[in-house]
């Protein structure tokens, strides 16, 4: 066992493609600095990549285009009122914003086989139209089948202050409250300094 935990393996990467989808391309703050979102060409590397990290069968991926770079813009913009949602324990509006997302998308299941694999499984995504709605629709059917389940409380936005990034924790224990290393440490040595002066 590795101690970390992972979601049904085809919605494992849909639900940190999202988080990534998020926290590159939603204005905000990040390790207590302002975030501004990339754009032209910056955007479509960053969204490109965050595909690609999706598996091995996107990892040649092409650029995404300009179109789609910034209908993913908006999807990503969607997607935060998801976490949002379920890091304040609200899930009716997550659930809402799920099924407003697969709607737009126009999800829909197929069956599929992989590589080396008798067996079949179901995938979904988008069918709206271009790269933007397939995996609008990817991330919204995997935080779907996420928030159907009590792994639910695994989605979150950082703790920390000025800081409004998102995560999945995928920790053995579910402790997970920020979005970083970096943004815990900063909570830690805040923490420290503040019991120093007060002692």
């Given at each position: 066992m590795t101690g970390q935990l992972r979601f049904d393996s085809h919605y494992d990467a849909p639900v940190r493609v999202a988080a990534l989808l998020v926290n590159a391309l939603t204005p905000g703050h990040s390790r207590s600095r302002p975030h501004v979102p990339p754009e032209g060409a910056e955007r479509a590397e960053v969204i490109t990549a965050a595909l690609r990290s999706a598996g091995e069968c996107f990892e040649r991926l092409d650029v995404v285009g300009e179109q789609d770079a910034r209908d993913l813009q908006a999807s990503a913009q969607a997607l935060r009122l998801v976490f949002t949602a379920i890091s304040t324990g609200d899930v009716a509006t997550a659930a809402k914003h799920v099924n407003d997302l697969l709607t737009a998308a126009r999800v829909r299941p197929e069956l599929v086989l992989h590589d080396g694999d008798p067996a079949w499984h179901v995938h979904h995504r988008g069918t709206a139209g271009g790269v933007a709605a397939e995996w609008a629709g990817v991330c919204a059917a995997g935080?779907?089948?996420?928030?159907?389940?009590?792994?639910?409380?695994?989605?979150?936005?950082?703790?920390?202050?000025?800081?409004?990034?998102?995560?999945?924790?995928?920790?053995?224990?579910?402790?997970?409250?920020?979005?970083?290393?970096?943004?815990?440490?900063?909570?830690?040595?805040?923490?420290f300094r503040h019991r120093g002066r007060a002692g």
């Open positions: 935080l779907a089948v996420v928030l159907g389940t009590e792994a639910r409380g695994r989605l979150g936005v950082c703790t920390a202050p000025r800081c409004d990034r998102v995560y999945v924790d995928t920790s053995y224990n579910g402790t997970r409250r920020f979005c970083s290393t970096a943004c815990q440490n900063r909570v830690k040595a805040a923490a």
